[in-house]
C-alpha cells in the first residue's frame, strides 16, 4: 500500500550501508498525526536531548523520534492510523511505533504498562510543554519539546545506562533547575530514583548535590 507517507511494506536496508535517521519526515509526520486527531503531543528521548544540549560534542545516535502522549490521546492515534491504513506495532513499554524504512520512525509513548506506570510524569509533561515549553519547527509548524526537568526525571526513571548517562549530560551542559527535578522525581517515581538522582548529582561533582550519609 502507498499513501502520503510512501510505502507502507516492510523493507531492509541496502548491505553495507550505515543506519541514517533524519528527523525532519518523523517531524512532519508527527505534526499531521497531532493537528488531525486533535492530540497534545511533546518531543521526548534522544532528541529532546539534542535541543536541550548545547555541546555538539554530547550528541548521540539515534533511530527514531519519541512523543510523548496521553493514553486517551494514543487511542485516537491509533484509530487514525487504523482508518489510513498505516501500520504500527505495540510498544513493550506503553505506545506503539510507526515505521517506513527510509521515511518515518516515530515512537508515540504513554509509559503505561504492566511493569510500571509512569504515565502521571508523562502527562505532566505535556501539560507543561503545551502551557510554557519550547517548540521547534517541523516545516508547517511547531512541535513542542519537554522541559529539561521532565526530560531529567524520564531518563532516571527508566534505570537503563544509555538514560541515565543522557541524564548526566543534561545535568552538566543545561540550565536544570535540580529542586524542580526532585520534586517530580519525589512525586511521580519515588524515593528509590529520588536516591539515585542524588548518587547521579554526586558523582558528577553537581554544585546543587546533597551531601551523601556518611557512617558515625
Not at 30 to 45: A, F, M, P, R, Y
Not at 173 to 194: C, E, N, Q, S, Y
Request: proline share 4%.
Amino acid at each position: 500500500m502507498t499513501g502520503k507517507y510512501g510505502d507502507q511494506r516492510n523493507a531492509r536496508d541496502k548491505p553495507g550501508q550505515l543506519p541514517v535517521f533524519d528527523p525532519n519526515p518523523s517531524g512532519r509526520f508527527v505534526h499531521d498525526v497531532l493537528k488531525e486527531t486533535g492530540v497534545s503531543g511533546v518531543l521526548i528521548g534522544r532528541l529532546a536531548v539534542w535541543v536541550c544540549l548545547s555541546s555538539e560534542k554530547k550528541r548521540a545516535f539515534t533511530k527514531d523520534m519519541d512523543i510523548a502522549v496521553t493514553r486517551e490521546g494514543l487511542h485516537r492515534i491509533r484509530k487514525w492510523l487504523t482508518d489510513r491504513g498505516i501500520r504500527y506495532l505495540d510498544l513493550a513499554i506503553g505506545g506503539i511505533n510507526v515505521e517506513q524504512p527510509g521515511q518515518i520512525n516515530v515512537d508515540f509513548i504513554t509509559r503505561s504498562c504492566d511493569f510500571g506506570d509512569f504515565s502521571p510524569l508523562f502527562e505532566d509533561a505535556i501539560h507543561d510543554a503545551v502551557e510554557n515549553g519550547d517548540s521547534i519547527d517541523v516545516g508547517e509548524g511547531r512541535l513542542a519539546v519537554v522541559s529539561p526537568e521532565h526530560l531529567t526525571a524520564m531518563k532516571i526513571g527508566t534505570g537503563e545506562k544509555k538514560d541515565e548517562e543522557d541524564a548526566e549530560a543534561l545535568l552538566v551542559d543545561a540550565d536544570i533547575r535540580v529542586d524542580a527535578v526532585r520534586h517530580l522525581i519525589a512525586k511521580h517515581l519515588g524515593p528509590g530514583t529520588l536516591s539515585r538522582f542524588e548518587v547521579m548529582l554526586r558523582k558528577i561533582n553537581h554544585p546543587d548535590a546533597k551531601a551523601g550519609y556518611r557512617l558515625s
